[in-house]
């Protein structure tokens, strides 16, 4: 305003004019085109000032220079002189027509070059093309039914799926067999139709019958638990003060309601199962003849037997057969013999003979299992009073007799009338076979002589015995002396033989009547005796020639004797069995089960 | 049947306190008990009966479980395991 500002601080430098500009490089293309724009803009000044300036050809390419736009005037002057268009001072030579010419003509065509954008004169304009609307579309499909399924895969479980498929692939395979066995097949499937439809019907409470058993067994242990203890693991210590004798520990007592009338009658021990024993029951007295019943028992169920079979008469005795140990083969009082099949679910005998197939006529004392003979057929030997010894052999389910030797006893035939000669027979009571000698077997019969006879000579004995007074109750060879046999009797005796010498080699007088005798199975010179007091003997050849090692009252002495005794061919246990229908079993102490050396 | 003597004849016995029957899921078929022990013993000893016969097959495959039993101060149970169902006495061992 014309007038003097007063500037309050002076610097070195005081700056009265400030103008802020761009700067762009002259030969980019914007500086180009600007300088082209201005040329074509200046083109049309008249220019005033002319010969002051020089006309200078300096092309636009050459300087560098800063374009302030107050410079730029000082070039546009200096340019548009060069590019005078028409208002041309006349100052200029042709030269410079022709440049102003030249200049003239590119710019036009340049004019229609794009417009530049800058920030200046850039205005932006969008636009935006119609979005559709969105619009959400889903569907679901009803979810698979899915199951919860957890398992564990032991080791276990494997094996057994692999014992499945193993059973399936056999039973396919056996399915593939030949068709021949088309008919066969078929039975098989009714029948197993039928099973099916039984199992079905049968009661549920059936099925738990095994663990019931093993339930029985245990409770009876807990029971027990003391008899069992001791059997497996008391040794009486006290046998080493003794000086050679022995005890009997008592162990479990058997009995059966049914049976209390009865008298025990054979016992015997079953080859396979060392704790499963038999027990016949019937009765000695000739006047009360009654029922008859086997019983089976075992050591871990004392409280019941494990099989019961009744019979009209009495059992007298019995024996288990060596390789098949599931039969037993029964001689009766009334002279029937009969063999039961423990497999089989019934309680009554597999076969039994009758009065048309040869039975005795008198009650079978003993009966004893043979080998099978050539065709397999199972055959058993049986001895009665009434002198026979019948060999039954076990044909095509029956049991057809045949008699091996009648027991004529000697020197006694009688005159019958019309000048017969009949012969009177004597009474087996009791025999045995040898070990080795299949053939050889001994008889003793109630007269008291011991027969040894072969079962090829039917009619002769090979030798004769006079043993005792009264009848023989029971013969047993030795065995491991395969020549030594030992018999007792109702005389009070027990008697030791050998078969080649006719007199015995011991004799031991018990002083009351002897019901049965028994070899040790683990000794060759051990044997246990029993007598109608209620005592049972024991005695070892090795220690002691003379005495008994022990002798001990097993049963109460009034009204009860003993009628039988055999070794477990396992365990230190013997089984006696008695008149009132009782079974004791016995622990040996130690003294008693010396091994021979 | 046979089997229901063999019960009876383990229920007389001396010293047993109860029988049970259970089945294969744990549920009381039979028993000598009143509902809620015997519920409650079914339950818990069917459990334990699962984990031992696993435990022993476990060790072996070609093994199996006969039987189980636990003895307490008061009394002994004994489990008796089928292939369906389960027998569970319980008895006290005269001492």
């Given at each position: 305003k014309r007038a003097y500002k007063p500037v309050s601080y002076v610097d070195q430098m005081a700056i009265h004019f400030s103008l802020n500009g761009n700067m762009i490089l002259k030969d980019s293309d914007e500086g180009r085109r600007q300088s082209i724009k201005l040329n074509i803009a200046a083109?049309?000044?008249?220019?005033?000032?002319?010969?002051?300036f020089q006309v200078e050809k300096?092309?636009?390419?050459t300087s560098a220079g800063t374009s302030e736009e107050a410079e730029i005037k000082d070039e546009e002057s200096a340019g548009d002189t060069q590019a005078?268009?028409?208002?041309?001072?006349?100052?200029?030579?042709s030269a410079e027509v022709i440049e102003a010419e030249e200049a003239e003509e590119p710019p036009p065509p340049r004019?229609?070059?794009?417009?530049l954008a800058n920030q200046f004169n850039f205005i932006e304009r969008a636009t935006r093309t119609l979005n559709n609307p969105l619009r959400d579309k889903g569907c679901q499909s009803e979810p698979t039914p899915c199951k919860d399924f957890s398992a564990t895969a032991n080791q276990w479980k494997i094996y057994d799926a692999y014992m499945e498929e193993l059973q399936r692939m056999e039973r396919s395979k056996e399915k593939e067999k030949?068709?021949?066995q088309i008919a066969k097949k078929e039975e098989e499937k009714k029948r197993g139709r039928k099973l099916a439809s039984l199992d079905l019907q049968s009661?549920?409470?059936?099925?738990i019958s095994k663990a019931a058993k093993i339930m029985e067994r245990m409770v009876n242990q807990n029971i027990f638990d003391d008899i069992a203890q001791d059997f497996k693991y008391f040794e009486d210590a006290s046998d080493e003060y003794r000086d050679q004798q022995g005890t009997f520990l008592p162990l479990w007592k058997f009995q059966y309601e049914k049976t209390?009338?009865?008298?025990?009658t054979a016992i015997s021990w079953n080859p396979k199962y060392k704790d499963l024993f038999a027990v016949g029951y019937g009765s000695y007295d000739f006047m009360k003849q009654g029922q008859g019943m086997l019983l089976l028992y075992t050591m871990k169920n004392p409280?019941?037997?494990e099989y019961v079979f009744s019979s009209d008469s009495g059992i007298m005795c019995l024996d288990f057969h060596n390789?098949?140990?599931?039969l037993v083969a029964v001689g009766f009082y009334d002279g029937n013999v009969a063999i039961y099949n423990l497999?089989?679910?019934?309680?009554?005998?597999?076969y039994k003979s009758s009065a048309k197939s040869?039975?005795?006529?008198?009650?079978?004392?003993q009966v004893k299992w043979q080998k099978d003979d050539m065709d397999n057929n199972l055959n058993f030997f049986s001895v009665s009073s009434d002198g026979r010894i019948v060999s039954w052999t076990l044909v095509k389910n029956e049991l057809v007799h045949t008699d091996v030797i009648k027991l004529s006893a000697e020197g006694t035939t009688m005159q019958g009338p019309e000048g017969l000669q009949l012969q009177t027979l004597g009474c087996g009571t009791s025999f045995d076979f040898h070990k080795k000698i299949d053939y050889l077997f001994l008889v003793g019969t109630e007269e008291g002589k011991i027969y040894k006879c072969s079962?090829?000579?039917?009619?002769?004995?090979l030798d004769v015995f006079d043993a005792h007074?009264?009848?023989?109750?029971s013969v047993s060879w030795n065995p491991y002396h395969l020549k030594v046999f030992i018999s007792c009797s109702s005389d009070w005796t027990v008697k030791i033989w050998d078969?080649?010498?006719?007199?015995?080699?011991f004799v031991f007088d018990l002083n009351s009547a002897v019901g049965d005798v028994a070899w040790s199975p683990?000794?060759?010179t051990v044997f246990a005796a029993v007598t109608t007091d209620g005592k049972a003997h024991v005695f070892d050849l090795s220690i002691?020639?003379?005495?008994?090692l022990c002798t001990q009252?097993?049963?109460?002495?009034?009204k009860n004797k003993i009628t039988h005794i055999q070794f477990n061919p396992e365990y230190p246990v013997v089984i006696i069995g008695d008149e009132r229908g009782h079974v004791t079993s016995l622990k040996l102490s130690p003294n008693l089960r010396k091994m021979p050396k | 049947a046979e089997v229901e003597e063999t019960l009876k004849r383990i229920q007389a016995?001396?010293?047993?306190m109860a029988t049970m029957v259970i089945n294969a899921e744990g549920i009381?078929?039979?028993?000598?008990?009143d509902n809620s022990t015997t519920v409650q013993y079914a339950g818990l000893l069917h459990q334990l009966t699962v984990k031992a016969r696993s435990t022993v097959r476990d060790l072996d495959p070609q093994n199996d479980l006969t039987f189980l039993r636990i003895r307490s101060k008061k009394h002994e149970i004994m489990i008796a395991p089928d292939k369906e169902y389960l027998l569970i006495v319980i008895q006290n061992p005269c001492e």
């Amino acid at each position: 305003k014309r007038a003097y500002k007063p500037v309050s601080y002076v610097d070195q430098m005081a700056i009265h004019f400030s103008l802020n500009g761009n700067m762009i490089l002259k030969d980019s293309d914007e500086g180009r085109r600007q300088s082209i724009k201005l040329n074509i803009a200046a083109g049309t000044f008249i220019i005033r000032n002319n010969s002051a300036f020089q006309v200078e050809k300096a092309p636009t390419e050459t300087s560098a220079g800063t374009s302030e736009e107050a410079e730029i005037k000082d070039e546009e002057s200096a340019g548009d002189t060069q590019a005078a268009g028409e208002e041309e001072v006349e100052e200029s030579g042709s030269a410079e027509v022709i440049e102003a010419e030249e200049a003239e003509e590119p710019p036009p065509p340049r004019v229609k070059e794009q417009k530049l954008a800058n920030q200046f004169n850039f205005i932006e304009r969008a636009t935006r093309t119609l979005n559709n609307p969105l619009r959400d579309k889903g569907c679901q499909s009803e979810p698979t039914p899915c199951k919860d399924f957890s398992a564990t895969a032991n080791q276990w479980k494997i094996y057994d799926a692999y014992m499945e498929e193993l059973q399936r692939m056999e039973r396919s395979k056996e399915k593939e067999k030949p068709k021949a066995q088309i008919a066969k097949k078929e039975e098989e499937k009714k029948r197993g139709r039928k099973l099916a439809s039984l199992d079905l019907q049968s009661d549920d409470i059936t099925k738990i019958s095994k663990a019931a058993k093993i339930m029985e067994r245990m409770v009876n242990q807990n029971i027990f638990d003391d008899i069992a203890q001791d059997f497996k693991y008391f040794e009486d210590a006290s046998d080493e003060y003794r000086d050679q004798q022995g005890t009997f520990l008592p162990l479990w007592k058997f009995q059966y309601e049914k049976t209390k009338r009865l008298a025990v009658t054979a016992i015997s021990w079953n080859p396979k199962y060392k704790d499963l024993f038999a027990v016949g029951y019937g009765s000695y007295d000739f006047m009360k003849q009654g029922q008859g019943m086997l019983l089976l028992y075992t050591m871990k169920n004392p409280s019941f037997p494990e099989y019961v079979f009744s019979s009209d008469s009495g059992i007298m005795c019995l024996d288990f057969h060596n390789d098949r140990p599931y039969l037993v083969a029964v001689g009766f009082y009334d002279g029937n013999v009969a063999i039961y099949n423990l497999k089989k679910a019934t309680s009554q005998p597999s076969y039994k003979s009758s009065a048309k197939s040869g039975k005795h006529t008198e009650p079978v004392w003993q009966v004893k299992w043979q080998k099978d003979d050539m065709d397999n057929n199972l055959n058993f030997f049986s001895v009665s009073s009434d002198g026979r010894i019948v060999s039954w052999t076990l044909v095509k389910n029956e049991l057809v007799h045949t008699d091996v030797i009648k027991l004529s006893a000697e020197g006694t035939t009688m005159q019958g009338p019309e000048g017969l000669q009949l012969q009177t027979l004597g009474c087996g009571t009791s025999f045995d076979f040898h070990k080795k000698i299949d053939y050889l077997f001994l008889v003793g019969t109630e007269e008291g002589k011991i027969y040894k006879c072969s079962k090829c000579y039917s009619s002769r004995f090979l030798d004769v015995f006079d043993a005792h007074h009264m009848a023989v109750d029971s013969v047993s060879w030795n065995p491991y002396h395969l020549k030594v046999f030992i018999s007792c009797s109702s005389d009070w005796t027990v008697k030791i033989w050998d078969h080649t010498i006719k007199t015995p080699m011991f004799v031991f007088d018990l002083n009351s009547a002897v019901g049965d005798v028994a070899w040790s199975p683990y000794s060759s010179t051990v044997f246990a005796a029993v007598t109608t007091d209620g005592k049972a003997h024991v005695f070892d050849l090795s220690i002691n020639k003379y005495e008994a090692l022990c002798t001990q009252q097993v049963v109460a002495k009034k009204k009860n004797k003993i009628t039988h005794i055999q070794f477990n061919p396992e365990y230190p246990v013997v089984i006696i069995g008695d008149e009132r229908g009782h079974v004791t079993s016995l622990k040996l102490s130690p003294n008693l089960r010396k091994m021979p050396k | 049947a046979e089997v229901e003597e063999t019960l009876k004849r383990i229920q007389a016995h001396k010293g047993v306190m109860a029988t049970m029957v259970i089945n294969a899921e744990g549920i009381p078929v039979r028993t000598t008990l009143d509902n809620s022990t015997t519920v409650q013993y079914a339950g818990l000893l069917h459990q334990l009966t699962v984990k031992a016969r696993s435990t022993v097959r476990d060790l072996d495959p070609q093994n199996d479980l006969t039987f189980l039993r636990i003895r307490s101060k008061k009394h002994e149970i004994m489990i008796a395991p089928d292939k369906e169902y389960l027998l569970i006495v319980i008895q006290n061992p005269c001492e």
